[in-house]
């Protein structure tokens, strides 16, 4: 069965400081890899996608994530954050893109000014 | 993009009353659309695959007696939590995936439905 561990429960950074979220994931191929955000009792904006080809994924809103098959990681990152990125961010995975996703457990994201 | 509503957006009901949340597609059709609930602080959990003309598919420990799910037509599943208790409380999200390449595969999420069982 597929999993996703995102291991930082909570990130602060400073507006206009660089972010990396962290996120592993265990399957047994090569699976579909999703960012998504979410704000405060909203439903999900998906920020980036990775089926195959270029491992570094360019996504909405300045993000970029790298997927790494050697650390079956799919990190996300954005060189510079602004106030209104403070949300919870999910990683998650799926086996077929379309189909059922299997989500981390979410990164709280707190942007000081 | 693709957009996918849910109505109502609140609701709180007395317990053991059934509710029942709508998921609607509202430009494109699916086939099949997803059922997840979300408990505050904590991530989406999958509870059910609705499949337009057949039963849904429940994940393990969900009770399909309790949580009716109806793929009625190819833009619309409902949820019905039938007989709720307050640990029924939760926010409810559907999802539904386009089709197509894979390359264009994505699955649209719904705004959710904050129900509290009083």
Known sequence: ?113 | GAVVSQHPSRVICKSGTSVKIECRSLDFQATTMFWYRQFPKQSLMLMATSNEGSKATYEQGVEKDKFLINHASLTLSTLTVTSAHPEDSSFYICSAPTSGRPSSYEQYFGPGTRLTVT
């Open chain 1, 1 to 113: 069965a597929q999993s996703v561990t995102q291991p930082d429960i909570h990130i602060t950074v400073s507006e206009g400081a660089s972010l990396e979220l962290r996120c592993n994931y265990s399957y047994g191929a090569t699976p579909y890899l999703f960012w998504y955000v979410q704000s405060p009792g909203q439903g999900l904006q998906l920020l980036l996608k990775y089926f195959s080809g270029d491992t570094l994924v360019q996504g909405i809103k300045g993000f970029e994530a790298e997927f790494k098959r050697s650390q079956s990681s799919f990190n996300l990152r954005k060189p510079s954050v602004h106030w209104s990125d403070a949300a919870e961010y999910f990683c998650a995975v799926s086996p077929t893109g379309a189909g059922k996703s299997t989500f981390g457990d979410g990164t709280t994201l707190t942007v000081k000014p």
